[in-house]
């Protein structure tokens, strides 16, 4: 890859993989998982992830943290507001549910569970139960932020 090359990333839709993505920055662990630092439901879920990840394949990072879009530019700024983001080896990436599925299936602790989704049509349902809940999670105990921050905000990125 040279300088002036943007890496560019595949996205996994309802679990399937779309495009063809090129090389992405090197990463510190083959996975890094990238959440709301300001959502306390999303802290108490990262540290379940911490305790599960007894291989430490994890680096955990808010997207809050200095350096983050940088690092991932393939990823939109209002990306890290409306999902978790999964970034594996080679920059695949995944969002919402399918991270989640993913996450599930790297972890030995969540290999008990990562079966469900070969359920028909459990990856379109957790996505919507996803979406909804990200939606909704300053109701469920996420934090003051959350109730006033619009979900619908814009980011500036940097494009005219």
Known sequence: MTASTIPVVLFTVKGEPVGEFA??????????????GFCKICNRLVKVLRRWDKQQILEIVPSQQ???????????????????????????????????EQLLDVLPRGKWISW?????????????????FARNRYMLGCGD????????????????
């Open 23 to 36: 090389e992405a920055p090197p990463l510190g662990r083959p996975y890094t998982v990238v959440f709301d």
């Open 116 to 132: 469900v989704f070969s359920i028909p049509f459990v990856r379109p349902l957790a996505e919507k139960f996803y979406r909804w």
């Open 66 to 100: 200095p350096g983050v879009q940088a690092r991932f530019p393939w990823i939109p700024a209002k990306a890290y507001t409306a999902s978790v983001q999964l970034v594996g080896p080679g920059g695949r990436t995944w969002q919402g549910a399918a991270a989640i």
């Open 145 to 160: 932020h959350c109730a006033s921050r619009p979900l619908d905000v814009m980011f500036d990125e940097g494009q005219e």
